[in-house]
């Protein structure tokens, strides 16, 4: 087992970030360079572990991609230029690539087989498998199409009108992919706003798609063009900074071109809520993804609710969060977000049993956790449990920990954020 040795800091954090490429957006650059017609350029792409899934399962599916470092290029065909894979496709720990795959495989009259690693092997699929099958694809899978191993056999689909039951942006996503191949026209409709990434890249790359407010409305039959995507930065990794900068004493980070979707944008509302000292500087409004810079400085910190609408639109900075509210004046009770329980790991779970490991005063609740402020932390042994995001929620932990931190596997971190210790290291000097 890999492990890695963290110590607190000595000064603050200085200095200027320019935070990797989003993940979600970048899966998207893959899958919509590969269903449209024509040569699409990404650059900033993230070459996380997740993202490098997405690519190997498209080149199996028949399509040239050319990678270099942070760039691109996707030789697609359209739809009909995927071919059968002579070899199972593995998602690895990337659950946007297994579902939103499927909804491009729905419509694809051939037969796939989906697996991933063991954390994959635990995440729901009846969410996507169940509307897809009413579609018309054949999908099987353990438990009934619940769990990996899949397979998919696609072909003529006809479309859905569907009210969805979980706010997941991969589920409407993946309906959405199915419905641009149905015959007729598709309806979503949202529990509640989630990222809407999918939504504009049909646009950027020449499709229609309406939305008004949880409703979606799509059509199928339409052929997409080639775009080039510049991707903004991850605000899901920009997360770990900011919460950095205003946890530890004597800080001032600025982080460049981060991504300021206003679906993603929930942690900068509650970090100002929190009172946490943020200025950011959007830049001119992009049609596809605004993105800015953002400076935070040392802050002192309130607790608060954190529930209802926003949770969709910070459910994977939660962990962060967490870490967050243990530094702040008062309790912080986190609602409406038992889909934590069904993220690469069980977060609700796994923040609580780590950062207890580490002296803070946090419970689990069925649908969030409860967390005190106040706590001075300490130090040990914690485990990432191979969630990357909880491997850098611990790390950015450490830096506030009396004694030394032992992260046991440290590596699942490459998932999302490869440069992750690098730029911790320099916010450090
Ligand atoms: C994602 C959607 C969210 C998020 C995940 C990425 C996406 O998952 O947690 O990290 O790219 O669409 P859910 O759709 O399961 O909420």
Avoid: W
Avoid at 211 to 232: C, E, H, W
């Amino acid at each position: 087992m890999e492990l890695k040795e963290l110590l607190p800091t000595i000064n603050g954090l200085k200095g200027v970030i320019d935070i990797p490429g989003d993940k979600s957006i970048s899966h998207r650059s893959v899958m919509f360079g590969s269903i449209a017609q024509g040569v699409t350029k990404v650059t900033n792409f993230l070459p996380g572990d997740d993202c490098l899934s997405t690519i190997s399962c498209f080149r199996k599916l028949g399509v040239v991609i050319e990678e270099n470092e942070n760039e691109l290029t996707i030789y697609g065909n359209g739809f009909d230029g995927l071919k059968e894979p002579d070899e199972v496709l593995d998602v690895g720990n990337s659950g946007t690539t297994i579902r939103l795959l499927l909804g491009i495989l729905a419509g694809r009259p051939f037969f796939s087989t989906l697996i991933g690693d063991h954390s994959i092997g635990k995440r729901p699929m009846t969410r996507v498998t169940e509307p897809l099958r009413s579609m018309g694809a054949q999908i099987d899978g353990r438990k009934d199409g619940e769990f990996t191993p899949l397979s998919i056999r696609g072909g003529h689909l006809n479309p859905i009108h569907y009210q969805m039951p979980v706010a997941s942006a991969q589920v409407k996503s993946a309906l959405i992919l199915a419905g641009l191949q149905a015959e007729g026209e598709s309806i979503i409709i949202e529990k509640a706003e989630s990222r809407d990434h999918t939504e504009r890249m049909i646009r950027k790359f020449g499709g229609e798609v309406q939305k008004n407010n949880r409703t979606i409305t799509v059509k199928g039959g339409q052929k997409l063009i080639a775009s080039d995507v510049l991707v903004p930065g991850d605000i899901s990794s920009a997360a770990f900074f900011l919460v950095a900068g205003a946890i530890v004493p004597d800080s001032e980070i600025v982080l460049k071109n981060v991504g300021l979707n206003p679906t993603r944008t929930g942690i900068i509302e509650i970090m100002n809520k929190m009172g946490a000292n943020l200025e950011i500087y959007q830049e001119e409004a992009s049609s596809f993804e605004p993105a800015g810079d953002i400076t935070v400085k040392t802050s002192s910190l309130r607790g608060t609710v954190i529930e209802g609408d926003v949770i969709p639109r910070l459910i994977d900075e939660i962990p962060i969060i967490a870490l967050l509210a243990t530094q702040a004046e008062g309790t912080t009770i986190i609602k409406d977000a038992s889909e934590l329980k069904v993220k690469e790991t069980n977060r609700i779970d796994t923040v609580v049993q780590e950062l207890t490991k580490l002296g803070a005063s946090i419970e689990a609740t069925d649908d969030g956790m409860i967390i005190h402020g106040g706590s001075t932390l300490t130090g040990g042994t914690v485990s990432s449990h191979g969630d990357h995001r909880i491997g850098m929620m611990l790390a950015i932990a450490s830096l506030l920990c009396k004694d030394k931190v032992v992260l046991e596997n440290p590596e699942a971190i490459s998932v999302s954020y490869p440069n992750f210790f690098n730029h911790l290291n320099r916010l450090k000097k």
